[in-house]
């Protein structure tokens, strides 16, 4: 009976832990819409591995937020696609 009563009480604690920490990220789920803030800005394209150079004013949708050591997951508009990619945040206006 102990058991039982143990194993319940730390089911429900692990459970109301777990919905206390899960709301932050529920409220940030909508897009952020931010623009790279310097000049000729590092942008790593994930489909081609390989690096390209965005203009300031370069329009970013910021949907998964994860700081990474500086860097930040982003769609850039490049001409009239989107791409994912990572950036630094310094270079962008995204907070």
Do not use: H, Y
């Not at 394209?45 to 998964?64: D, H, N, P, Q, Y």
């Not at 997951?73 to 630094?88: H, M």
């Amino acid at each position: 009976m102990k058991n039982k009563l143990f194993i319940g009480l730390t089911l429900a604690a692990v459970l109301l832990i777990s919905a206390i920490f899960s709301q932050p990220t529920a409220a940030q789920s909508k897009p952020v819409s931010c623009k790279v803030s310097k000049n000729n800005a590092k942008f790593f394209v994930r489909a081609t591995e390989k690096f390209i150079k965005l203009k300031k004013g370069t329009l970013l949708s910021w949907t998964i937020f994860d700081v990474q050591q500086g860097l930040i997951v982003v769609k850039a508009k490049v001409g009239k696609k989107w791409v994912q990619g990572e950036i630094l945040m310094d270079d962008t206006t995204c907070n």
